[in-house]
């Protein structure tokens, strides 16, 4: 229902159709399916994201040399601080600094771990990444129907504001 015409009345909206939240749940979920799991706006957001990936090699192709360089970098500073705990230095400033590095070194792995350096890269692997991501966006079709409480939030997330739902004449109904 309308929460202004719930809230406030007719003054503040003249909608004062109701509908069960499963109706239109499935309602919004099938327009969802309509709109946007078409395979052609499928392929659109595969294909940008191909591209946001093709672009992040060409802007950074030594980001792997990088990552590296630095991963080594924080390796030598926490050997470094463990051996000064080991001669007899201030501890507790040093252990938190050996916390920070651990973060930043978990952090580095990660992002090595994730990275695909453009040599690494073939053809095969765009065409890996093409049907991955067509099954994922298979998958986000089938979640919204098998989790309806988790699409609600996804959507939730994904949305710009509220959807607003206006109630259709039909044979002299509002539905």
């Not at 799991?37 to 192709?61: G, I, N």
């Not at 001669?87 to 050996?98: C, D, K, L, R, V």
């Not at 998958?139 to 939030?153: E, I, N, T």
Request: charged share 30%.
């Amino acid at each position: 229902m309308c929460s202004y015409n719930n809230n406030r009345g007719l003054t503040a909206c003249s909608n004062n159709h109701r509908v069960r939240i499963d109706v239109l749940e499935g309602a919004v979920l099938t327009a969802i399916e309509r709109s946007v799991l078409m395979p052609a706006a499928v392929e659109y957001v595969v294909e940008k994201a191909l591209q946001l990936v093709r672009e992040s090699q060409e802007q950074q192709p030594d980001l792997k040399d990088r990552l590296e360089a630095d991963y080594q970098r924080l390796h030598r500073q926490l050997e470094n601080l463990v051996s000064a705990i080991a001669q007899g230095q201030n501890s507790t400033m040093i252990m938190a600094e050996i916390q920070r590095r651990e973060f930043e070194l978990k952090t580095l792995k990660t992002k090595r771990r994730n990275l695909i350096s453009p040599q690494d890269f073939t053809m095969r692997n765009w065409g890996e990444l093409r049907r991955g991501a067509h099954a994922r966006m298979g998958q986000f079709k089938d979640l919204l129907h098998s989790d309806v409480p988790m699409a609600r939030k996804a959507l939730r997330e994904l949305l710009n504001g509220n959807i607003r739902c206006i109630p259709v004449i039909k044979d002299g109904r509002k539905s």
